[in-house]
């Protein structure tokens, strides 16, 4: 009985190193793929048949004059916005620095 | 009793219901407490907020092209051409959300670097630092998920060589390339595996590390540069709201106008769609933030001693990503300490990164 309990753990190692080696661990479960060579070559086909159907290359950008012009457009009054967004923000950033500077925000202050 | 004094006492009353509800008013006065130090190497505490901002607009273009896009073989890169071609202004929220997301990479890299230059991470940020550099892998692996999928020629081409890398890992390397691609070769299980990590897992899991990092970063409040006991004027600091913030605000603008202008004049083209038979084209290099480790593989000869020199370069690079991982813990010396080694380092890194990326580019 003693034998027995102390070869449990040598045969647990050899369980788990087996698992590893034989790959039940390393994916061969849920992580496997799903597909058969079948299937594989299948999708490899279609691929290929959708590939040379389609043209070499789509080249982004705007699909007629009118949006480009929009387009354009939009680009010069974001840039307009921040602008005087950023004016502002000046502003406000010089006026809470004095407000600070002065510890107007400050308890003991009030 | 005018209509200004209504609306003031119900806006009071609906506070006051929100506040006995919430408990707001707690975070009110820690945002109005919360100090960041005003010194030379302030301009670094910018980049945060930065990552977050393009973050926001990857969040919100990604959920719009993911409106139309379709993860399978067949429909993949119709889609995507779909999104360009007949989408009302599609080709222009696909080019922000890939220009931001080359922002928000190129942020995330400057945000830790210079953290590591002026060892910020020291004693008692070593864990803001290492969920940071978990963060970095997880914006990396965006980057590289997101790559595929419009399913064209380079992005099938670039998945080969990037999912084929883990295969030179002792043990687990085969596990691993099985596991990215979803079998022994790239099929449309590995764009579907691609998507679901692109959409689902990876967000959660940043939206969680964001979560804690940003935390540490708010109970152990903004460090103070080496040195900062010596001078009176490093250790000046001004109010998170309304100061700084109003700073952050001016930088933001700046950032998604020039996010929006490239995205309009250089958006990225898309090419044929992959063929899984064809070979791979010449020169097919990686996004230029792997450019570096790329080229670090390529000048490693093939054979080291008794093994691969993939091998030798790959277990070369984890132990680097590792000793970055716990560089608090290497370099845990008191904060006063300057460092100059890891300074040197710091710099070195910077150098041979650069260095590797032209040299890749130019190859």
Same mark, same amino acid.
């Given at each position: 009985m003693k034998r027995r309990v102390r070869k449990q753990p040598a045969i647990v190692a050899l369980i788990v190193v087996l698992m590893v080696q034989g790959e039940i661990l390393l994916g061969r479960d849920f992580f496997e793929p799903t597909i058969g060579k079948a299937q594989a070559g299948q999708e490899q086909e279609q691929s290929k048949a959708q590939a040379q159907a389609e043209p070499e290359k789509i080249v982004a950008g705007p699909k007629d004059i009118k949006e480009k012009t929009a387009v354009y457009f939009f680009v010069g009054w974001l840039w307009a916005a921040i602008g005087v967004l950023i004016y502002v923000l000046r502003l406000k950033i010089k006026e809470v620095d004095r407000l600070y500077?002065?510890?107007?925000?400050t308890p003991d202050r009030k | 009793m005018n209509f200004r004094v209504c609306v003031k006492r119900m806006s009071e009353?609906?506070?006051?219901?929100?506040e006995e509800r919430v408990g707001l008013r707690a975070v009110a006065d820690f945002l109005k407490n919360?100090?960041?130090?005003q010194n030379k190497h302030t301009i670094w505490s910018y980049t945060g $907020? &930065?990552?977050?901002?393009?973050?926001?607009?990857?969040?919100? %273009?990604g959920i719009i092209l993911a409106f139309y896009y379709r993860? @399978?073989?067949?429909?993949?890169?119709?889609s995507v051409a779909r999104i360009m071609t007949e989408v009302p202004l599609g080709w222009v929220i696909r080019s922000i959300h890939s220009w931001s997301a080359t922002f928000m990479i190129a942020a995330v890299f400057v945000h830790l670097l210079s953290i590591w230059v002026i060892k910020s991470y020291r004693k008692p940020r070593e864990l803001t630092w290492m969920s940071g550099v978990l963060l970095l892998l997880f914006t990396l692996a965006f980057g590289f998920t997101g790559y595929l999928l419009p399913w064209d020629e380079l992005s099938l081409a670039a998945t080969k060589v990037g999912t084929d890398i883990p295969r030179s890992i002792p043990?687990?390397?085969?596990?691993? %390339?099985?596991?990215?691609? /979803? /079998?022994? +070769?790239?099929?449309? +299980? %590995?764009? $579907?595996?691609?998507? $679901?990590?692109?959409? @689902? &897992?990876?967000?959660l899991l940043l939206l969680a590390l964001v979560g804690v990092h940003v935390y540490l970063i708010q109970k152990l409040g903004m $460090?103070?540069?080496?040195?900062? +006991?010596?001078?009176?004027?490093?250790?000046?600091?001004?109010?998170?709201w309304p100061n700084f913030v109003y700073r952050e605000m001016v930088v933001w603008l700046i950032l998604f106008g020039a996010l929006v202008t490239l995205a309009v004049f250089l958006p990225p083209s898309l090419g044929k769609s992959a063929d899984l038979m064809a070979p791979a084209p010449e020169g097919i290099k990686p996004e230029w933030y792997f450019l570096f480790l790329f080229q670090t593989l390529k000048i490693f000869p093939a054979r080291i001693l008794f093994t691969t020199g993939d091998t030798v370069a790959i277990l070369l690079i984890l132990v680097g990503?590792?000793?970055?991982f716990f560089l608090p813990l290497i370099d845990n010396r008191p904060a006063e300490r300057k460092g100059k080694v890891i300074t040197w380092i710091a710099f070195a890194f910077i150098l041979y990164a650069v260095a590797m990326s032209i040299w890749s580019l130019l190859g």
């Open positions: 500077a002065l510890k107007f925000f | 009353r609906f506070a006051t219901w929100l919360k100090k960041v130090p $907020s &930065i990552i977050l901002l393009f973050f926001l607009i990857q969040v919100a %273009t993860p @399978t073989l067949e429909e993949a890169n119709k043990v687990v390397g085969v596990w691993v %390339t099985k596991f990215l691609r /979803g /079998g022994e +070769d790239i099929s449309g +299980d %590995t764009l $579907s595996r691609f998507f $679901s990590f692109h959409v @689902t &897992i990876l967000p $460090s103070l540069p080496v040195g900062a +006991d010596e001078k009176e004027e490093m250790r000046r600091a001004i109010p998170f990503g590792i000793l970055f």
